[in-house]
């Protein structure tokens, strides 16, 4: 699988990663604005009858497209939580043992237990490992005597689009995370 191209709006905004063949199509209507990547694929085409030349395209690796319908409408949007985006945010971390697991050895664990009011949430959930998990049962963690190692925290968009794709370019990881916060836990991994 070959990774795929960030797609920016015209403001610079990221939209969403679309493949290869995808971005061909919006270089071949011309609704690309401007492209910044410097990464390149390149693509071939059919061959011309009267030339013999084959048409080629050379998508870069970061493009904005033009359009309404790649017009950030919500962008302080919360990204959708999944097991997937919530582990990738704890990199792969149990927040009681400080362990790192791989992902089918991880549960999504609730601070606040679900039975005493505690929310599918990104401010509530955290990855556990199976034994941490079931050690701290139906309790908080304070109940359980059990520390929590790391903060949870709401993934902004630059962020989201980190942690949905596991094949980001340099040139990708480089413009994303410029939109990171400081803060954030995306730094001490690069």
């Not at 109940?143 to 942690?163: D, G, Q, S, W």
Request: hydrophobic content about 40%; aromatic content about 8%; glycine content about 4%.
């Amino acid at each position: 699988m070959s990774p795929h191209i960030l797609a920016l709006d015209v403001a610079g905004a990221p939209h969403r990663w679309i493949n290869v063949r995808s971005a061909a199509h919006y270089y071949a209507t011309d609704m690309i604005a401007w492209a910044i990547g410097t990464n390149e694929f390149v693509l071939h085409g059919g061959t011309q009858r009267s030339t013999g030349v084959q048409s080629t395209i050379c998508a870069s690796s970061i493009i904005a497209i033009k359009g309404k319908d790649f017009m950030v409408r919500h962008f302080n949007q919360v990204p959708t939580l999944t097991k997937e985006m919530l582990v990738a945010r704890d990199r792969y971390t149990c927040a009681y043992c400080a362990q790192r697991f791989r992902f089918d050895q991880l549960d999504m664990e609730h601070i606040v237990p679900s039975s005493k009011g505690g929310e599918d949430s990104w401010m509530n959930l955290v990855t556990a490992c199976k034994a941490c998990n079931n050690r701290k049962a139906d309790r908080t963690p304070e109940t359980a005597n059990m520390k929590l190692h790391y903060v949870p925290y709401v993934p902004n968009r630059y962020e989201a689009f980190i942690l949905s794709n596991r094949k980001i370019l340099a040139d990708q990881m480089e413009f994303l995370l410029q939109g990171v916060p400081k803060n954030s836990r995306m730094h001490l991994a690069t």
